[in-house]
């Protein structure tokens, strides 16, 4: 089975502008949560879809918002972005949740300008 | 919500050396996983781990969930083994993974 895939793997933004990043899960499942990773702040939990509804958020603003397709395939916008959401976006699938075995991608490293 | 310690943060050893990370939870977990993050960044599984112990190769891990701790062994480091190890749990509250901070785990030739 392929793993999680995410891209683009690199992206170099302004401040001001919005970006928009993709994940497709491992195949069957239906899963998918989003985390942020700094050096300051360690890994922290965005939120998570399942059958393309949102079913938990962690503590972030509402800059940051994401979707599910019916296909499972999630993606993440972030906008008006600022220097701090400079990070790697980690995109992690599980079979049906959060309490499952969650299956991390290679991540997409965003730089804020 | 749940807070997750590790420790130690920092671990230098020797090629051949055993270690022992630690990974203390707050509350009570239905799911509980460790890491190994690679030089570029992804989270490589090692364990899903919510109770009981298991083992791969020469890595075993152990959770003792009614007193709120897991334990991850690695024997015969190589310098391959390093890197960072992190503990993450899923609380009662059914949010996404909370992390530790991690152990910087550098193995010496």
């Known amino acids: 089975k392929a793993g999680v895939t995410q891209t683009p793997r690199y992206l170099i933004k302004t401040r001001g502008q919005q970006v928009t990043l993709s994940c497709s899960p491992i195949?069957?499942?239906?899963?998918v949560s989003w985390y942020q990773q700094t050096p300051g702040q360690g890994l922290q939990f965005l939120f998570e879809?399942?059958?393309?509804?949102?079913?938990n958020k962690g503590n972030f603003p509402g800059r940051f918002s994401g979707r599910q397709f019916s296909n499972s395939r999630s993606e993440m916008n972030v906008s008006t972005l600022e220097l701090g959401d400079s990070a790697l976006y980690l995109c992690?699938?599980?079979?049906?949740?959060?309490?499952?075995?969650?299956?991390f991608g290679p991540g997409t490293r965003l730089t804020v300008t | 919500g749940i807070q997750v310690e590790q420790s130690p943060p920092d671990l230098i050893l020797q090629e051949g050396a055993n270690s022992t990370l630690r990974c203390n939870f707050s509350?009570?977990?239905?799911?509980l996983q460790w890491f190994h993050q690679n030089p570029w960044g992804q989270l490589i599984n090692l364990f899903y781990?919510?109770?009981g112990t298991k083992q791969n190769g020469r890595l075993s891990a152990t959770t003792v969930a009614t007193e709120r701790y897991s334990l991850l062994y690695i024997s015969s480091s190589q310098t391959t083994d390093s890197g960072v190890y992190f503990c993450?749990?899923?609380?009662?509250?059914?949010?996404?993974?909370?992390f530790g901070k991690g152990t910087h785990l550098i193995i010496q030739p």
């Open positions: 993450a749990v899923v609380g009662g509250g059914a949010d996404g993974l909370t």
């Open positions: 879809y399942f059958s393309e509804t949102q079913r």
């Open positions: 781990i919510p109770s």
């Open positions: 992690a699938s599980s079979y049906q949740g959060a309490s499952l075995e969650q299956y």
């Open positions: 195949s069957g499942h239906r899963s």
């Open positions: 509350d009570s977990v239905n799911n």
